[in-house]
């Protein structure tokens, strides 16, 4: 049946790609976004309303105009290092833009939910991560992100909405038809910056921390193609709208692969060397993340499909090369 969805973020990295696979499902697609990190040409899918969350009453009153069946939840700042030296950015844009998009919801009738949750709610753990894993966030964006987790379930509990609580692991990769990719300014994630360091020769990628307790002393971390991440966020909607109730997963692939890892396989795609050099820790980061997404994958049928190594590195490629070429 068809359904309109109101996504927030919906010009950044992970929402565009959603927009994308919600539209692809025959959805309608409304993008609420400030554009304070996204992209205007990103948003292809849809209309864009644009403002931000942080203003309860434009906010209200945009759900109230495209009347949606569920809110899909993106807009965030996610920089974990940015967060420890401006922990007021991400409590206020991450916590209390998240209260007034529930707010919104209620007062709009709005009772589906899903929700951009983050592995950086756990914190330090060496094991594979499960949903029941303790969240011990080490940095101020994993702690906002567990404190909107916990607003949205008292929220869902109290007001009979439901909601999907997504965790996501390291979002990487871009659509294969380079049709929407990631675009930060300054870039915080390794492949774009690895990539950087293979197609532009003056550029030296920094591997943040090598003596980590991991197996080449560098940290380890679970990279979840961005189109699975989106074929999720589908599949998450539609248990919702099927009555399911409110619940979180896991979105990983149970593989870890280290920095050096990384930049040796951006190597071999390019067939040229990623210039390196090894860096000071970056305060914030765990040494290890990976994911156990059994859970997604029996309730929700989610199995990533794009989420290798080389796919990841290729899609990701092709869009940097393209946007070397973006007016
Ligand atoms: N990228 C990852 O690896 C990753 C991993 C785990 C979780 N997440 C979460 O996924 C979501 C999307 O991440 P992303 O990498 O696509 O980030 P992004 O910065 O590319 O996209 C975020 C979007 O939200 C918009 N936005 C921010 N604050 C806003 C506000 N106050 N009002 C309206 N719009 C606002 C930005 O303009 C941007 O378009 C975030 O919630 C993030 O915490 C991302």
């Not at 922990?87 to 009772?111: C, H, I, K």
């Not at 090598?210 to 380890?220: A, E, F, H, I, K």
């Not at 409110?246 to 210039?275: H, I, M, R, Y």
Request: charged share 20%.
């Amino acid at each position: 049946m068809s359904k309109t969805i109101f996504v927030t973020g919906g010009a950044g990295y992970v929402g565009s790609h959603c927009a994308k696979a919600f539209s692809r499902a025959g959805w309608t697609v409304v993008t609420f976004d400030n554009l304070s990190r996204g992209h205007r040409d990103l948003v292809k899918w849809g209309d864009l309303i644009k403002g931000d969350i942080l203003d309860q009453a434009a906010l209200s009153s945009a759900m109230k105009s495209v009347q949606p069946d569920a809110v899909a939840h993106f807009a965030a700042f996610a920089y974990v290092a940015e967060s420890m030296t401006e922990p007021e950015l991400y409590f206020r844009n991450n916590v209390v833009g998240t209260m007034n998009v529930l707010d919104a919801m209620l007062e709009n009738q709005v009772s589906h939910l899903v929700f951009s949750s983050s592995c950086a709610t756990y914190g330090i753990s060496n094991d594979l991560i499960t949903e029941t894993t303790p969240q011990n966030p080490i940095n101020p964006y994993g702690r906002s992100k567990l404190m909107c987790e916990q607003v949205i379930q008292d929220y869902s509990a109290a007001h009979g909405m439901t909601s999907a609580l997504l965790r996501y692991f390291n979002a990487a990769g871009c659509d294969a038809d380079g049709e929407t990719g990631e675009r930060h300014d300054p870039e915080p994630h390794v492949i774009p910056l690895a990539i950087r360091g293979a197609m532009d020769g003056s550029f030296t990628f920094n591997i943040m921390g090598s003596d980590y307790d991991t197996p080449d002393g560098t940290c380890v971390r679970d990279y979840i193609h961005v189109t699975d991440l989106a074929d999720a966020h589908r599949r998450a909607l539609e248990y919702l709208f099927a009555g399911g109730e409110s619940d979180v997963f896991n979105l990983g692939t149970g593989q870890g692969c280290s920095v050096l890892e990384l930049a040796n396989a951006v190597s071999k795609v390019a067939g040229k060397d990623v210039p390196r050099v090894m860096a000071d820790r970056r305060p914030g980061d765990p040494p290890i993340l990976v994911a156990s997404a059994e859970k997604a994958k029996d309730k929700l049928g989610w199995v990533p499909q794009h989420s290798d190594m080389e796919t990841i590195l290729k899609t990701a490629w092709a869009w940097f090369e393209q946007e070397q070429t973006r007016d």
